[in-house]
């Protein structure tokens, strides 16, 4: 079955340094792996996605993720973070089976502080 | 990008009604719409998947007859809520996949917050 595991339930950072948020998968196939950003009381909103191509993926609002298949690593990072950033941040993995639900990790908070 | 609608964004409703939250998506077509729960500080949970023209599929665990999900159009899934308990309070959010070939990523609506008094 396909997984994502976000081992941090809070990442803490400092606003301008670089800010990294933690996803591992377990796919079978090829991984199409996403990641979401959601606000208090908001739905989640797409930041960027891998499907296959370049390892590195540029998204929306300065982040990027790198895709690493020998580590089956996809972290989120962004080289300097903003107070706004700060929300919950969910990886998930297409289900290639069926009608390719989405599967969440727990989701990590990131809180940036001034 | 692609906008997806979902109605009314909180609700407060008495115990034993029923409610009924609307996602729209609103500039593409979609097939297929999934309706998740998210309790507080948790992961969201897919409770079912919708699709254009036939019956939902649930995930095993999840009432389908306290959990009725329509999907009319290819615009339109609804999920109501009967005979609503407090324990039913939560988070709801769907989200829609375009139809087109090639599409990868979902969209997702604003959530419902559902509050059973």
Redesign the interface.
């Known amino acids: 079955a396909q997984s994502v595991a976000q081992p941090e339930d809070q990442v803490n950072v400092a606003e301008g340094n670089p800010l990294t948020v933690k996803c591992t998968y377990s796919v079978s196939g090829n991984p ?1 792996l ?1 990641w ?1 950003v959601q606000y208090p ?6 930041l960027l ?1 891998y ?1 296959t191509g370049d390892n590195l993926v540029k998204g929306s609002y300065g982040f990027e993720a790198e895709f690493n298949k020998s580590q089956t690593s996809f972290h989120l990072k962004k080289p300097s973070a903003l107070v706004s950033d700060s929300a919950l941040y ?1 990886c998930a993995v ?1 289900d290639h089976r ?10 990590t908070r990131l809180l940036v502080s001034p | ?1 692609a906008v ?1 609608s ?1 109605h009314p ?1 909180r609700v407060i409703c008495k115990s034993g009604t029923s409610v009924k939250i609307e996602c729209r998506s609103l500039d593409f077509q979609a097939t ?1 719409m ?1 309706w998740y729960r998210q309790f507080p500080k ?3 949970m ?1 409770m079912a ?1 919708s ?1 254009e023209g036939s019956k939902a ?1 649930y995930e095993q665990g999840v009432e389908k007859d306290k959990f009725l999900i329509n999907h009319a159009s290819l615009t339109l899934s609804t999920l109501t809520v009967t005979s609503a308990h407090p324990e039913d309070s939560s ?1 709801y ?1 769907c ?1 829609a ?1 375009p139809r087109q070939t090639g599409a ?8 419902t ?1 559902l509050t059973v008094v």
């Open positions: 199409y996403f979401y009381n908001r739905g989640l909103q797409f996605k499907i969910f297409r069926g009608f390719q639900k989405l599967v969440f990790g727990t989701g | 990008g997806v979902q964004s297929t999934f948790q992961s969201l897919l998947t699709n599929t988070f959010i989200s996949r990868t990523e979902a969209f997702f609506g604003q959530g917050r």
